[in-house]
């Protein structure tokens, strides 16, 4: 009877961490605390910095419609906003140069890369005033996109018409998670106008939130590590597969030798 009370609490503590443990694992921000309608997580945010190659939706209102549409290459019509959605923008955005400019008519060059979407926006105002009395600009990325690789549902490039993105939306986007990814080793890849920084992401952890890192930026790229314990029994099983292969192999000669074929 003792030995019986033992094995089963054995058993009961073996179940019991191994729960905890999987909670551990496939929980997003785990024990993230419940703020209620009186108080708030703080966020933090950096500002994208505009790089070569990216693309900028640009929009220059004025009085002057004549002038309105030497400026702007969209049509204002209900279907004007299905038709931008699409690759139309790569010919009709504007692109930023190697230089760092992007070439608007009349106005021509004015330079962009290295400010953020509200420096740039202040920038092409102050230049239209040259030309125009009291232009309005909207600045937008035309094209936010970024990349999920790995362990997640459905891996590829992801293209969003949002400038505010987290990171559980970004990974939402792609199907969620699977259960091979380890929640607990994401990477980041965040391009910079010298090149790249990574990063290492524990999705799990409730800290995450109040990070930087929270927010994707454009053009970052987010690779999903699969779990290690994963990864093994996927190599034994391979491992063993070509030792049963062989094994088999093996079997069928000594057959045909013994059998003298």
Request: aromatic share 10%; proline share 4%.
């Amino acid at each position: 009877m003792r030995t019986k009370k033992l094995l089963y609490g054995l058993i009961f503590i073996l179940l019991t961490g191994t729960s905890c443990n999987t909670y551990k694992k496939y929980t997003y921000l785990r024990d993230l605390p419940i703020t209620g309608p009186d108080q708030e997580i703080e966020k933090k945010k950096s500002d994208y910095i505009i790089q070569p190659g990216d693309i900028l939706y640009v929009r220059v209102a004025t009085a002057d419609e004549d002038m309105g549409e030497v400026f702007n290459p969209f049509r204002e019509s209900p279907q004007t906003y299905t038709w931008i959605r699409n690759e139309s923008m790569y010919y009709l955005g504007y692109t930023v140069n190697d230089e760092g400019y992007i070439e608007m008519p009349v106005i021509d060059k004015v330079q962009v890369a290295g400010s953020t979407l509200d420096k740039a926006k202040e920038d092409i105002e102050r230049v239209a005033q040259k030309y125009l009395k009291k232009p309005q600009v909207i600045l937008k990325m035309a094209q936010f996109r970024f990349t999920l690789l790995g362990e997640v549902e459905s891996p590829g490039i992801q293209n969003v018409y949002d400038n505010d993105i987290n990171l559980i939306e970004a990974v939402s986007y792609g199907g969620g998670i699977t259960y091979n990814g380890d929640r607990r080793e994401v990477v980041v890849l965040r391009s910079t106008k010298t090149g790249t920084k990574t990063f290492k992401v524990d999705m799990t952890d409730k800290e995450l939130i109040k990070s930087e890192l929270y927010q994707v930026m454009p053009n970052d790229i987010i690779y999903v590590k699969p779990r290690r314990n994963i990864a093994f029994r996927q190599e034994t099983s391979n491992f063993l597969f070509g030792l049963g292969a062989l094994s088999s192999t093996l079997t069928a000669a000594l057959l045909v030798v013994r059998l003298g074929l």
